[in-house]
Nanobody, 121 residues
């Protein structure tokens, strides 16, 4: 089982990025895929999650209306589209997989490496 996160970069405030989480070793639609972020000196925070089967989604309050999580089963990839980015979105972003959605990092069994998002003011 492998998760490969990519798509981070440097963007100005108000800009957009799309993060990708490419999954191998299992079918992405059979697992919940969550996006987390960790800023320097802060705890890892759940940002968004997409449920298996129903593809239901949830978001942390600070991401609602700006971020969209989606799934492409043909590519076995989950995306996080981030619009209207703010400096406080700066963090290392990780994707993770487990049986169900949760905002608690320890409840996820599989993790990808992080991809860095830096938003300049």
């Amino acid at each position: 089982v492998q998760l490969q996160a990519s798509g981070g970069g440097l963007v100005q405030a108000g800009g957009s990025l799309r993060l990708s989480c490419a999954v191998s070793g299992f079918t992405v639609a059979d697992y919940a895929i969550g996006w987390f972020r960790q800023a320097p000196g802060k705890e890892r925070e759940g940002v968004s999650c997409i449920s298996p089967s129903t593809a239901g989604t949830n978001y942390v309050d600070s991401a609602k209306g700006r971020f969209t999580i989606s799934r492409d089963s043909a590519k076995n990839t989950v995306y996080l589209r981030m619009n209207n980015l703010k400096p406080e979105d700066t963090a290392l972003y990780y994707c993770a997989a487990d049986w169900g959605c949760s905002s608690v990092p320890v409840e996820y069994s599989y993790w990808g490496q992080g991809t860095l998002v830096t938003v300049s003011s």
